[in-house]
């Protein structure tokens, strides 16, 4: 049964890095494709993005290009993000999820519990 | 991108009644349509995909139908668990875009 954990809450300030992370257990992480999604306060889900098993590559969402690098240690099986510049905009919750893809079919079956990140000055 | 649209925003409604749920793409997405339950504090929790495909351990109570742009998430007797917001999300094309949510409380 695949579990993932995800690091602890993070303060930062604007204009710094944070980099999350989430260990899966279960699986190798080369046998998932994980993605991200972020959720600010009191609002709704937003993709960041993941790796896609048809291209073989991870893909971002334009919004965070640039800004937001995804990747992956499998020698621990864990997989980071890590997000640039920050803003208080950027105040969320971060969790990973597993993806799954197939023909027509693609979802994210199961998610870490999530990583609260606050920007603030 | 593709946007997503959904209503109501929010709704009451009593344990045993019905409720459907309306999700809406900008385009057509096939049935690349997702369903997912959050409760407060709780990370979201896949409910149904493929637009009508039940997750394996949810309750038959839930159903989705829908292709193309329009599509129906119906709860058929809301139990005290189910009181929740419901995101739709597609996964037809990057980015994959999720609804605003339904928040469904108790009347």
């Known amino acids: 049964q695949v579990q993932m954990v995800q690091s602890g809450a993070e303060v930062k300030k604007p204009g710094a890095s944070v980099k999350v992370s989430c260990k899966v257990s279960?699986?190798?992480?080369?046998?998932?494709?994980m993605h991200w999604v972020r959720q600010s306060p009191g609002k709704g889900l937003e993709w960041m993005g993941g790796?896609?098993?048809?291209?073989?590559?991870?893909v971002t969402a334009q919004k965070f290009q640039g800004r937001v690098t995804m990747t992956e240690d499998t020698s621990t099986d864990t997989t980071y993000m890590e997000l640039s510049s920050l803003r208080p905009e950027d105040t969320a919750v971060y969790y990973c999820?597993?993806?799954?893809?197939?023909?027509?079919?693609?979802?994210?079956?199961?998610w870490g519990r999530g990583t609260l990140v606050t920007v603030s000055s | 991108d593709i946007q997503m649209t959904q209503s109501p925003s929010s709704l009451s409604a009593s344990v045993g009644d019905r409720v459907t749920i309306t999700c809406r793409a900008s385009?057509?997405?096939?049935?690349?349509l997702n369903w997912y339950q959050q409760k407060p504090g709780k990370a979201p929790n896949l409910l149904m995909y493929?637009?009508?495909s039940l997750q394996s351990g949810r309750s038959s109570r839930f159903s989705g139908t829908g292709s193309g742009t329009d599509f129906t998430l119906t709860i058929s007797s809301l139990q005290p668990e189910d009181f929740a917001t419901y995101y739709c999300?597609?996964?037809?094309?990057?980015?994959?875009?999720f609804g605003p949510g339904t928040k469904v409380d108790i009347k």
């Open positions: 999820a597993r993806a799954r893809f197939g023909e027509f079919l693609r979802y994210f079956d199961l």
């Open positions: 279960g699986y190798t992480l080369t046998e998932l494709s």
């Open positions: 790796f896609d098993p048809h291209e073989g590559e991870t």
């Open positions: 385009q057509t997405i096939s049935t690349y």
């Open positions: 493929g637009a009508s």
């Open positions: 999300q597609q996964s037809y094309r990057t980015p994959f875009t």
